[in-house]
């Protein structure tokens, strides 16, 4: 009890204004009171007003009133000092230093609670307080307390910056606006704050967006090492069960071919957790950058906000990995193949057929690109069967042979309506799609003046319409080779390169998916290379075919 009498008689002798015990205490008409100093510094500042008013109760006199000494609360305040009983505020309500100062408080200053962007000054708890009470400041814009006020200041006409100059990306104030800014695009501070808020926030989706894929991506890559392990393992299974019949013979090309698994079995887990890794990194940022830009969404002081925004809007680079996909889980499987061929052949395959083992020549090619084949019993070894989707073919493409041929016919083809058909080209698509090393065949058959395109496309290409969006080889999402009755060309996003080489009816087409490698070849007795494409493909892609005239017709082959 003595403690709260002690606390009410610090508050009752403290200035309203300093918050300090009273100095030479002066009582208003009013009631109120003051230390002399503060009351007369109060109503210097309304001298040009021609009327003074309380800063508590905000009682107005006409004629500035004649203060007088409260003795009573003089001696009260002395009593106190001598009985060492004035109260402090705890330590953790003064300003540190890394806390923002009350700019009214005199002495050791409390920590602001608020900072005002009318006053462009901040406010601890007790000063803060008209700000609540007093009708005309309950208006201003009050923040989180803030050492950059001033900042807020146009440097040019000393005024409060509350517009945005479009045209010249920075603040200003009215004065500027109608000055050097003068019929440029100026819009309130409010206003661009708004608009790059919505662009925050589409900023931020995308971070989130991205970290969700990335998240997809690295559960691919580890279903990508599960698939190695366990392919690899088996192969280790049956291995060791078909060298068992030849102890003698294959005891040494049994541990070549272990060490040649593990070799490469580590070496493509190293290369997915590698990017994996990446990807993990790439998230961890992106949570961090979108923890900055929610925090800068939150703040209210639009000029900081338009300060902060340009250093933390931009994104880094991603890391390109929409191309990742899970294969089919087979890896070694050749090498189980070419074991079996040992047991059976054990004589030719330890003089001729040894290297059928070897793992550079199995399909382990998760990330690492491979030499491209020179024999087309080579090319061969990766052949793969294509079908065509007769969702995907133009009305008057009629498909046979277990749809891996398709002719141009006059009349249209009794197909249904579906979103995937090509509604203006006369192309189709395969239905599988293409990932890995793969090879196919295309027999063609064009009359004269007719034309047989052989292609290959992302999935997402546009199929409604008659644009260049649709039409394979004139946009980014596609590649074809136009083959005539004497020449060929090849087309990709609306670029022409004039083919030469000998014709042959049938083109051969070799895809390395990971390494961005598309041949095609003429096929005869021998396999010559018409053109070869390096670059990056993102997606699967799929077979395609394009005809030009009626009669005109293209198969895709069944490799032996």
């Known amino acids: 009890m003595e403690q709260k009498a002690v606390q009410l008689d610090q508050e009752i002798i403290s200035c309203p204004i300093c918050l300090d015990l009273l100095k030479d205490p002066v009582t208003t008409p009013c009631g109120h009171s003051y230390c002399m100093k503060c009351i007369n510094d109060h109503w210097d500042t309304e001298d040009e007003k021609r009327i003074h008013s309380c800063p508590q109760c905000r009682k107005s006199f006409t004629q500035r ?78 923040v989180e307390p803030s050492e950059k006020l001033q900042e807020n200041i146009c440097s040019r006409h000393d005024e409060v910056m509350k517009m945005f100059c479009r045209t010249d990306q920075q603040c200003i104030c009215y004065l500027c606006s109608v000055d050097e800014h003068k019929g440029h695009d100026t819009v309130s501070a409010a206003a661009e704050r708004t608009e790059r808020q919505r662009e925050l926030e589409g900023s931020r989706h995308n971070i989130q967006q991205r970290i969700q894929d990335r998240k997809k991506d690295v559960k691919l890559l580890q279903q990508q090492v599960e698939a190695i392990n366990g ?59 979108d923890a900055e830009l929610k925090k800068l969404s939150h703040t209210e002081d639009h000029t900081q906000f338009l300060h902060n925004y340009p250093s933390l809007s931009a994104l880094s680079e991603s890391t390109h990995s929409s191309s990742i996909k899970i294969r ?49 019993a080579d090319f061969l070894r990766y052949s793969c069967e294509i079908t065509l989707d007769p969702n995907t073919a133009y009305t008057q493409l009629l498909l046979s042979e277990g749809n891996r041929k398709a002719t141009f016919m006059r009349q249209q083809q009794s197909y249904s309506d579906h979103s995937d058909r090509f509604t203006q080209w006369l192309q189709v698509l395969s239905r599988e799609s293409l990932t890995g090393r793969c090879y196919w065949e295309v027999e063609r058959r064009e009359r004269p003046f007719g034309v047989v395109g052989v292609a290959v496309a992302y999935k997402n290409i546009r199929r409604a319409g008659d644009s260049d969006e649709c039409r394979f080889g004139f946009n980014d999402k596609s590649w074809i080779l136009f083959c005539y009755t004497d020449c060929c060309d090849f087309h990709h996003n609306k670029v022409q390169t004039t083919v030469s080489g000998p014709q042959s009816s049938r083109v051969g087409v070799y895809l390395d998916h990971s390494a961005g490698i598309l041949s095609f070849y003429s096929v005869s007795d021998t396999m010559t290379l018409l053109h070869r494409v390096q670059t990056t493909f993102t997606q699967p892609l799929y077979a395609g075919l394009r005809l030009g005239w009626s009669g005109d017709s293209a198969e895709f082959c069944e490799l032996k």
Request: one cysteine or more.
């Open 65 to 142: 009133p004649e203060l007088l000494k409260n003795t009573m609360l003089a001696a009260l305040v002395e009593e106190l000092k001598k009985t060492g009983l004035q109260a402090a505020p705890a330590d953790h309500c003064y300003a540190g230093p890394e806390d923002v100062a009350c700019d009214f408080c005199t002495g050791r200053k409390l920590r602001a609670l608020k900072s005002c962007l009318f006053c462009l000054a901040s406010y601890c708890e007790k000063h803060l307080q008209p700000h609540y009470d007093v009708a005309p400041l309950k208006k201003h814009k009050l």
């Open 231 to 289: 392919s690899a393992d088996k192969t280790m299974e049956d291995g060791d069960r078909i060298f068992t019949q030849l102890i003698r013979l294959m005891d040494k090309r049994r541990s070549d071919v272990k060490q040649q698994v593990r070799s490469q079995q580590e070496t493509e887990v190293s290369r997915v957790k590698e990017l994996q890794e990446k990807l993990e990194q790439e998230i961890t940022e992106l949570k961090r950058k």
């Open 328 to 376: 089919p889980l087979k890896y070694f499987e050749d090498v189980t193949a070419a074991v079996s061929e040992v047991r059976n052949k054990l004589q030719d395959v330890l003089r001729e057929t040894w290297r059928n083992i070897s793992l550079t020549e199995t399909e382990v090619d998760v990330l690492l690109p491979q030499p491209e084949p020179k024999i087309r």
